[in-house]
């Protein structure tokens, strides 16, 4: 990265095999999210496009390793959204609801048992409610839930 760039905040995968963070390397102050192995090699952008005004914040990694979630959004209105994205890369798929206007997805999300928990002042103005959101997972994409049954085998 240049030398005006930053790595902002980084965090172990809970298996020890990667490391996620947010750093601005292509344009000063808009944070994007990668992952990196902590034996080393490329960093993959993990977070997709990020517009012009907006960043990446607060993120944390699924039990399994195998998703990041994330809250991303703007910084000028405040508006923020929780997303999750596997962590060799992928779709991001929102996991909030879309919240009223003038709300948003609060920092702090966590996770437990395949779902992540967040606050969000999502139904009405200035009401902040807890929010459960399931967490898709590769742990079952082995097709067995499609009646394949050659994962066994």
């Avoid at 980084?10 to 390397?25: E, I, L, M």
Wanted: with cysteine; glycine share 10%.
């Amino acid at each position: 990265m240049a030398d005006d760039r930053d790595v902002i905040r980084f965090a172990v995968s809970p298996d020890g095999a990667s490391v996620a963070f947010t750093c601005d390397p292509v344009q000063w102050t808009r944070y994007e999210l990668h992952t990196v192995a902590t034996a080393g090699g490329t960093a993959i952008r993990i977070s997709g496009s990020v517009a012009f005004d907006h960043d990446v914040d607060d993120f944390t990694w699924s039990s399994l390793s195998d998703l990041v979630i994330f809250r991303y959004g703007r910084n000028a209105t405040g508006t923020w959204n929780l997303y999750s994205v596997p962590a060799r890369g992928g779709q991001r798929q929102q996991l909030n609801p879309p919240p009223v206007a003038n709300g948003a997805v609060q920092p702090g999300a966590g996770v437990h048992l395949g779902s992540a928990w967040y606050l969000c002042d999502c139904e009405r103005d200035e009401l902040i409610q807890a929010y459960l959101a399931p967490l898709p997972s590769s742990v079952f994409s082995d097709g067995f839930e499609a009646g394949a049954t050659s994962a066994w085998r």
